[in-house]
């Protein structure tokens, strides 16, 4: 039996997990990410506990055919990260430095979105399929591309980053990227929540969203949506719209069999899917009627892990 290592490092917590080759998870557990020496003290506080379950687990290292990382920044194909703001990284080569904590063992890299969509398609929502593309509601609009079963990173490492593509033209607000109208303004959960706080500024409408104030969640935004209320309705439609915009795009761009939704905005349900559905076959014809091309992401937070593993087996 061989097995592959899966690591999926965010700014509070690497998770990690150890997956037979064939994509059965058989340990997963996460520890704190310590960032001193430079950001890397992560990487050998990883390395110790992949060698403790191992053991625990009697796998030699023989048996390991290596182990796939997954960071939170813009990561190039030969595994050099310029700079992760999340760990302090800067101007290294981290899957190096894993290698060595781990005796030589093969190390790929990738950013953490692009590697999550490598996960759904090897054993979630987009099982059987090669080419899809993902996209993360969360905080922030995180993507991710697979195509023809390679992960597509880019020369800067940006492939995928769809929460930055530009939908909307004289947005007074900055966006975190220090761009103007990138869709993560208006379909991450923030984004949602500013688009219903400015609907309900531009009307004297009734809506159960006012009762909410200040505290106003995208949950809030949905949940009133789905009750019927027309102003948290149109507030949403607008927001998914614009997300339906930039995947019409990334539709004749490579062309995917299907978009995989996740993130805690997805937590909406088929509410949301079929709205996004119903708006990307209205804007790409040529595609034809997909009733399943728009999916619920079936991972959750172990998507990490899953696409890190399969990084090994892709190489
Ligand atoms: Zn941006």
């Known amino acids: 039996m061989k097995y592959c290592i899966g690591i999926d490092v965010g700014g509070t917590t690497v998770k990690m997990g150890i997956f037979e080759a064939e994509g059965r998870l058989i340990r997963k557990w996460e520890i704190p990410t310590r960032k001193g020496e430079g950001g890397k003290q992560f990487i050998g506080d990883a390395a110790e506990s992949i060698r403790k379950a191992l053991s625990e687990l009697q796998i030699s290292m023989e048996d390991v055919l290596g182990a796939g990382m997954g960071v939170p920044g813009p990561v190039v194909a030969n595994g050099y990260v310029d700079v992760c703001v999340n760990l302090g990284l800067h101007k290294c080569y981290p899957g190096d430095d894993l290698s060595k904590a781990l005796g030589g063992v093969k190390v790929c890299l990738g950013n953490d979105a692009n590697v999550a969509a490598l996960g759904e398609m090897w054993q979630g929502a987009g099982k059987g399929h090669?080419?899809?593309?993902?996209?993360?509601?969360?905080?922030?609009?995180?993507?991710g591309l697979v195509n023809e079963g390679r992960m597509i990173s880019?020369?800067?490492?940006?492939?995928?980053?769809?929460?930055?593509?530009?939908?909307?033209?004289?947005?007074?607000?900055?966006?975190n990227c220090g761009g103007h109208g990138c869709l993560e303004q208006y379909a991450s959960a923030t984004g949602i929540v500013r688009v219903a706080k400015r609907n309900l500024a531009r009307t004297r409408r009734a809506s159960a969203m006012r009762d909410f104030g200040e505290a106003l969640s995208a949950k809030d935004v949905c949940d009133c949506a789905k009750a019927g209320d027309q102003v948290a309705l149109?507030?949403?439609?607008?927001?998914?719209?614009?997300?339906?915009?930039?995947?019409?795009?990334?539709?004749?761009g490579t062309d995917p069999k299907l978009f995989v939704i996740g993130g805690g905005v997805s937590r909406a349900g088929s509410f949301l899917t079929d709205m996004i559905g119903e708006y990307l076959r209205d804007y790409t014809p040529m595609i034809g009627d997909d009733p399943d091309e728009v999916v619920l992401a079936e991972l959750g937070n172990d998507a990490g892990i899953y696409g890190a593993a399969k990084l090994v087996l892709e190489d």
Do not use: F, W
């Open 154 to 175: 880019g020369v800067h490492g940006l492939a995928g980053e769809i929460g930055h593509m530009h939908v909307q033209d004289e947005e007074p607000e900055v966006c």
């Open 130 to 143: 090669n080419s899809i593309c993902m996209v993360t509601l969360g905080t922030g609009v995180g993507g």
């Open 234 to 252: 149109e507030s949403i439609r607008y927001s998914m719209r614009k997300l339906a915009i930039v995947m019409s795009h990334i539709a004749m």
